[in-house]
């Protein structure tokens, strides 16, 4: 019998990695990102030590061309049961400061990517009555900080859509799943591509291991939760920062410079 396919997006490092590392167990997979190379022997490692099948597509999701290629790629796939909105990226300094392209490039990926591959992946699954969609946002989707005015904005997008499908499917009586999920910092190459000195963003006990994150994510989604914020610390800052009134919010947000 032909095994459920999980598709993740942003396989090449990180915490795409790290979900296609967990998710070869029990499915076959499809993975997603520019550097061929490093999916293409995270495949081969995959299928010598679980047998599963592991095809890899190289798309810039940013780019018409490779979002129509891996829209179309997810459209074909009949055994569609799980898909990892997960590619994003990360940009430094204040907004007018910072390459026009990158700002752009940020809101195709973060926005239109998840958006265009939620469709394409929902018509297969509500019609099956089966699946689930993880979109990766994060915690700064609700604590902003000066220097990421696109990040916060775009993951804040990334929770609201999630939560907007979430409702249509529970309206529509579906038993497809969606998941915002909401890690805070984790241990990846997100900040070796920002050049960050991880040191100097968070105490240590505030980093995540990827692999609790993807751990949690994936229990969250099998009991359907819809946002999932890892580690007691990240939950009760969500919680305090999202009941504060805004003018006392946006001052301590204020307070923080990540720039
Ligand atoms: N690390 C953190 O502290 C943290 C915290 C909260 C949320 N997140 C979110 O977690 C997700 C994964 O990030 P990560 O921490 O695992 O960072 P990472 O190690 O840098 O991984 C990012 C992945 O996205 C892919 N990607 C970037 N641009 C792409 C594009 N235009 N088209 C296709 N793939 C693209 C990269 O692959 P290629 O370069 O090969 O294309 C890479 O596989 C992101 O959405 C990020 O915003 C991270």
């Not at 390459?99 to 019609?127: F, G, I, S």
């Not at 915690?139 to 499908?165: N, R």
């Not at 309206?171 to 100097?200: I, M, N, W």
Request: charged letters at 25%; hydrophobic letters at 45%.
């Amino acid at each position: 019998m032909a095994r459920p396919v999980a598709v993740v997006t942003g396989a090449s490092s990180g915490i795409g990695e790290v979900f296609a590392r967990r998710l070869a167990a029990d499915q076959d997979l499809l993975l997603i990102a520019r550097r061929r190379d490093r999916l293409e022997s995270l495949a081969s490692e995959l299928t010598a030590q679980t047998g599963a099948r592991v095809e890899v597509l190289e798309a810039d999701l940013a780019g018409e061309q490779g979002l129509t290629i891996a829209a179309e790629r997810i459209g074909a796939e009949r055994n569609l049961d799980l898909l990892v909105n997960n590619a994003g990226f990360g940009l430094s300094g204040y907004f007018w400061e910072t390459d026009r392209d990158r700002q752009e490039e940020m809101h195709r990926l973060h926005v239109m990517a998840v958006m265009r591959l939620c469709h394409v992946a929902l018509r297969t699954m509500v019609a099956r009555n089966t699946g689930g969609i993880i979109n990766v946002a994060s915690v700064a989707a609700f604590v902003h900080a000066p220097g990421s005015a696109s990040y916060g904005a775009t993951k804040a997008w990334v929770t609201h859509f999630t939560e907007g499908l979430y409702l249509d499917l529970k309206a529509a009586g579906s038993a497809v799943k969606v998941q915002a999920l909401c890690p805070g910092f984790t241990y990846s190459e997100f900040h070796d591509v920002l050049r960050r000195d991880r040191t100097k963003l968070a105490p240590k006990s505030w980093w995540l291991d990827p692999n609790f994150v993807v751990e949690e994510s994936l229990r969250g989604l099998q009991r359907g939760q819809l946002f999932v914020v890892l580690d007691w610390k990240y939950k009760t800052l969500v919680n305090m920062v999202s009941r504060l009134p805004v003018g006392l919010r946006v001052w301590g947000e204020g307070k923080r410079n990540r720039k």
